[in-house]
């Protein structure tokens, strides 16, 4: 059941012409390779793995929030979900596999990226060394990311207007991203209410820098594989919970 | 014989406002029992709970209180659709699907094999007059088309109770005896129809009973015929005059006369008076027949009353 709902979301992302930012990828990567050799002697490598990374993400994060944040909404404002639950399907094998139609896309769209990344790497360095190994933990990194801010932008479609759920997921994402230093500031303030306070919200919002190994990348140095099955456990733990208040919601909200 | 669908003080209120703080009463209470082979019509204008009843038992809104029961299942167990099939009112469908495609996405959800799913949209999409279109994207198609298709995936997996919300909106003649026929079709194979519709005559060629809801409130239960024939309006009599011979004063004054022929509309208590004057003018009886609300008159005369009731109060409230 899951899967064919997961099935027909890839395919209407597909339909949508929503794979067409590979182009804008590609063209990314041809002028990177292209101006990188006239700018950058000796750093090209540098720069590539730096901005393909960075664009991978970066597209990969417009997708999962504008994509997601429309996945329950626009189902229930188009009505198509009325006759979707007339079939044996429950709320939550519908949210699961809208979700898990959204992750394929999200991972064959970074794959392709991928692939384009490493052409451009291999057509400015004409090799590949072992440390590059770390491009791809850094691009499974991106992964977890993206299905951590795709389960977020689901979680407010199922009660919230698509423009609210864009700013809820945005301001969540860009929260994590400065988790660490709001509980640095917590640690230097004399309140202890505030420090608890930020303490709190430390480990409540989702962590996004732990996802960040661009930098270990670009530089191939070897990220540890500790840190990939703690950031792999932190992200289903935590993908979990918010699928599972999704569910709770959706599960009981009147469709209009 | 197990009834088809159980509704047992099934009620739902919406909260209106921004604080969701003002409810209104779509649903008042309603309990019906329908049997497996009924084709059971649902009448009722604008706004009387038809589609919130039928949102409430295909579970896609939640009951503010009562409940009720599917082939012997509670409307929350979505098991029960295994044997439910549901058209919603003014379908919209996955526009960047084709006819063929959609209707294989549904049928997936049933674990049919490719080849049963193949053969079984094939015939539908004929059933439905679709065939020439079914490769086409469904964001290219006519309402009317949509309707077709609704149809279509409603009755996909051969469901024993079928659930339509005003299936012949939206349709053209041809479109609506189409349906028609599938739904006598569906009749004829045992299966129990529930269907929505302001569109009176095709309740009464259809409906082995029907429901009238105003205002969330269940008016009436029974065959059309039963509903119309509650109240007899009057009679109707149709004589002829010998030539010099003059009715008398009070018949005179309620004859209506086109060529030779006379008529007369008489309450029913009031019938035997009239003959005895129409003996006394030596007048020739043609036929005695009874003048019968048609559905629709029911229909308005209960729209028109709750609408008065509905003002009373409101004024009532205001003073």
Same mark, same amino acid.
């Given at each position: 059941m899951i899967w064919v709902v997961a099935w027909n979301t890839f395919r209407e992302a597909v339909r949508d012409r929503v794979l067409y930012n590979l182009i804008f990828f590609a063209l990314l990567m041809?002028?990177?390779?292209?101006?990188?050799?006239?700018? $950058?002697?000796?750093?090209?490598? +540098?720069?590539?793995?730096? @901005?393909? @990374?960075?664009?991978? $993400?970066?597209? &990969?994060?417009?997708m999962a929030i504008f994509i997601g944040v429309g996945l329950v909404y626009k189902e229930i404002d188009k009505r198509t979900l009325y006759a979707l639950l007339a079939r044996p399907l429950r709320r939550r094998q519908f949210l699961v596999g809208k979700y898990a139609g959204l992750l394929l896309t999200l991972a064959v769209n970074t794959a392709l990226m991928t692939l384009g990344l490493a052409v451009a790497l291999f057509y400015v360095s004409r090799t590949f060394v072992r440390s590059d190994l770390s491009i791809?933990?850094?691009? =499974?990194?991106?992964? +977890?990311?993206?299905?951590?801010?795709t389960a977020l932008a689901l979680l407010f479609s199922c009660f919230s207007t698509p423009m609210l759920s864009t700013v809820f997921t945005l301001g969540l994402y860009l929260a994590g991203i400065f988790s660490t230093d709001i509980r640095s500031f917590g640690e230097?303030?004399?309140?202890?209410?505030?420090?608890?306070?930020?303490? $709190? @919200? =430390?480990?409540? @919002?989702?962590?996004?820098?732990?996802?960040?190994?661009?930098?270990?990348?670009?530089? &191939?140095?070897?990220?540890?594989?500790?840190?990939?099955?703690?950031?792999?456990? =932190?992200?289903?733990?935590?993908?979990?919970?918010?699928? +599972?208040?999704?569910a709770a919601i959706f599960s009981n909200r009147n469709l209009k | 014989m197990q009834a088809a669908i159980e509704i047992n003080e099934l009620t739902k209120?919406?909260?209106? %406002?921004?604080?969701?703080?003002? /409810?209104?009463?779509?649903?008042?209470?309603? #309990?019906? #029992?329908?049997?497996? %082979?009924?084709?059971f019509g649902f009448l009722g204008p604008n706004g009387a709970g038809k589609t919130t009843t039928l949102k409430l038992l295909m579970g896609l809104i939640f009951p503010t209180s009562g409940g009720a029961r599917i082939l012997g299942r509670q409307i929350e167990d979505v098991s029960m659709h295994h044997d439910v099939g549901y058209l919603p009112e003014q379908p919209y469908f996955y526009d960047y699907l084709t006819a063929r495609e959609l209707l294989d996405y549904f049928a997936r959800f049933f674990r049919l094999s490719a080849?049963?799913?193949?053969?079984?949209?094939?015939?539908?999409?004929?059933?439905?007059?679709?065939?020439?279109?079914?490769?086409?994207?469904?964001?290219?198609?006519?309402?009317?088309?949509?309707?077709?298709?609704?149809?279509?995936?409603?009755?996909?997996?051969? /469901?024993?109770?079928?659930?339509?919300?005003?299936?012949?909106s939206?349709?053209? /003649?041809?479109?609506?005896?189409?349906?028609?026929?599938?739904i006598l079709d569906l009749k004829r194979q045992g299966r129990t129809i529930f269907f929505s519709t302001h569109i009176l005559p095709d309740a009464e060629m259809l409906c082995d009973r029907v429901a009238v809801l105003v205002g969330g409130k269940l008016q009436g239960v029974g065959s059309p015929e039963q509903i119309v024939s509650i109240e007899v309006?009057?009679? !109707?009599?149709?004589?002829?005059?010998?030539?010099?011979?003059?009715?008398? /004063?009070?018949? !005179?004054?309620?004859? #209506?006369? #086109?060529?030779?022929r006379y008529r007369i509309q008489v309450p029913e208590a009031q019938l035997y008076d009239a003959l005895e004057g129409l003996r006394t003018a030596r007048a020739r009886i043609i036929s005695v027949s009874q003048l019968k609300p048609t559905l629709e008159d029911f229909f308005l005369r209960l729209v028109g009353g709750e609408q008065r009731r509905h003002a009373v109060e409101i004024s009532g409230g205001g003073s």
């Open positions: 041809i002028a990177a390779t292209v101006l990188v050799g006239q700018i $950058s002697i000796g750093i090209e490598h +540098l720069v590539i793995v730096n @901005l393909g @990374l960075t664009a991978i $993400s970066v597209f &990969g994060l417009v791809l933990v850094a691009v =499974y990194f991106i992964l +977890l990311k993206l299905a951590l801010v230097v303030t004399e309140s202890p209410a505030l420090g608890a306070a930020t303490k $709190s @919200l =430390y480990y409540l @919002l989702p962590n996004f820098n732990n996802f960040n190994a661009i930098a270990a990348a670009a530089y &191939g140095r070897q990220i540890p594989l500790v840190l990939v099955a703690q950031n792999t456990a =932190y992200a289903a733990i935590y993908i979990t919970l918010v699928l +599972l208040a999704a | 209120d919406y909260c209106l %406002g921004f604080w969701r703080k003002r /409810p209104r009463r779509a649903l008042d209470g309603l #309990t019906l #029992t329908i049997e497996e %082979g009924e084709v080849e049963e799913r193949r053969r079984r949209i094939g015939s539908l999409l004929d059933l439905v007059g679709l065939s020439s279109a079914a490769d086409v994207q469904l964001r290219r198609y006519s309402k009317g088309m949509l309707q077709r298709i609704g149809v279509a995936q409603a009755i996909l997996h051969q /469901p024993r109770v079928v659930f339509l919300d005003e299936p012949m939206g349709l053209d /003649p041809v479109g609506r005896r189409e349906v028609r026929d599938i309006e009057s009679l !109707e009599v149709l004589f002829e005059l010998p030539a010099g011979s003059a009715l008398p /004063p009070a018949l !005179e004054a309620a004859a #209506t006369q #086109t060529g030779a």
